[in-house]
């Protein structure tokens, strides 16, 4: 059976807390931003997060589930260790249908997680221990069934063998006709990478997904001629604008897409990758952009309204009056 998307990320529990400014303050967590963290600073705020609730995460990750919960076949390739958080992670991948196909060691550094630290005005402060993750290299993608995309997520290049990694999965791509996409993941991860990332993406990506920093930082250029510009060397181009909606470029069509929350906002975390899993579903089943869009705008509006990257409402029953 060949699949929808393979989605090729760091395999990170996400451990998401209610909190306020005076703990941010307090611990000195830079509010709203995404700070890598050591091992140490990872036991130290993870001790004092109250009530955390725990779940397989990352961005691919979320991607993955959302694909799955929409009723599209997803597999996720990253890597865990052989210990407790190791364990919750598959567990919770597999539980929604989404097929794991990266390795589980038992040696090497922990299991990484994040603590997700969510004050009173929806703003997120992420705190990442990368552990596992930055052992992920060509070799996690050796017998990989047939997909009609493959999905990076852009944290990856950080890792050591990053580049490498994004150059296998491009030449398995090639080699099986397969489709590349590539989240951009941020601003700054665009910055740290310009040159190579500008490069990548021109040879090799067909589908890019990003927020309006992340296009600006790689174009110089506001939304809408950021899109036109990285449609002149990409099939599809997907940038998400918060409470404005989207820009959607697909071959000919152009789609600005509203946003959908489905009540209040509480929580942006996994926003983002609710509306790439949401897309790519669309497009899976050969639908043009504007009900693609619709389709990653109602799996993104689900998300906000609830603490968590993971969908407590029905997804498929969410958008059957859209298609």
Known sequence: MSLDVIYVGNAIVDMVAVSDDAFLQANEVEKGGMNLIDEA??????????NPTKMAGGS????????????????????????????????????TGTSFLGKIT????????????????????MNTFLGACIQMGPSHLSDMPACDVYYLEGYLFDAPEGPALFAKVAEIAEMTGAKLALSLSDAWCVERHFDAFSAFIKSHVSIVFCNEDE????????????????????????ITRGAEGAYIIKGDERAHVGAA??????????????????????????????????????????????????????????????I
Request: contains cysteine.
């Open 60 to 95: 691919a990750a979320n991607s993955a589930v959302g694909m799955a919960l929409l009723g599209g076949k997803s597999a996720y390739v990253g890597e865990v260790a052989e210990d407790v958080l190791g364990g919750e992670f598959v567990t919770s991948l597999e539980e």
């Open 106 to 125: 038992n040696d090497g550094l922990a299991t990484a997680r994040c603590m997700i630290l969510v004050t009173p005005d929806a703003v997120r402060s």
């Open 215 to 238: 296009a600006r930082a790689l174009t110089g250029k506001d939304y809408e001629a950021a899109g036109d510009e990285m449609a002149a060397y990409l099939d599809e181009v997907v």
């Open 261 to 322: 929350p489905l009540g209040d906002v509480v929580d942006t975390t996994g926003a983002g990758d609710l509306f790439a899993a949401g897309y790519l579903y669309g497009r899976a089943q050969g639908h043009g952009a504007a009900v693609c869009g619709a389709i990653a705008s109602h799996a993104s509006g689900e998300i906000i309204c609830h603490y968590g990257a993971r969908p407590e409402a029905d997804l498929k029953a969410l958008i059957a009056p859209l």
């Open 41 to 50: 600073r990872a036991i130290y705020l993870s001790e004092r997060l109250h």
